[in-house]
């Protein structure tokens, strides 16, 4: 019992394709890179608790996303360009419970957190507008 690490706590991700492709659709091509080895990466192994960090119920900018949780993309690289730096791009998830009650995360949206174009839609006002509608 002492001396053995405890397996970190993981969430298996759930992903609405049609979601998904239309994110990477509005994305650059560093963008889809990122979305599409998160996804695989997500689907395989599941996200550690602790790469996720809690949405703010209220934001600033008007979003509002209580109860979800974000995670910056991609977690390292060895690029350097803007869109390839840690963090330049998210995804939003919602916290959601099989029937067994395990909880797992739903995907809702990908994309960059804070375009430099005013005129792009950051990931959290995407995730706003799809938990709205869920």
Same mark, same amino acid.
């Given at each position: 019992m002492f001396g053995i690490p405890r397996r970190a706590a993981t969430f298996d991700v759930v992903f609405d394709d049609a979601r998904l492709n239309e994110d990477?659709? +509005?994305a650059s091509a560093a963008g889809r890179?990122?979305?599409h080895a998160a996804r695989r990466?997500?689907?395989?192994?599941?996200?550690?608790a602790s790469a996720l960090r809690p949405c703010e119920p209220e934001?600033?900018?008007g979003t509002r996303l209580p109860g979800s949780v974000k995670t910056y993309l991609p977690p390292g690289s060895d690029l350097?360009?803007?869109? +390839?730096?840690p963090g330049a791009w998210g995804m939003v998830f919602a916290v959601r419970a099989d029937?067994? /009650?395990r909880p797992y995360l739903e995907?809702?949206?990908? /994309?960059?957190r804070h375009p430099e174009r005013q005129s792009?839609?950051?990931?959290?006002?995407?995730a706003d507008r799809r938990l709205r509608a869920l």
């Open positions: 990477l659709e +509005h890179s990122v979305g990466r997500l689907v395989r192994d599941g996200i550690a934001a600033r900018d350097r360009t803007p869109e +390839h730096l029937a067994a /009650g995907y809702l949206a990908f /994309g960059e792009r839609f950051t990931v959290y006002q995407v």
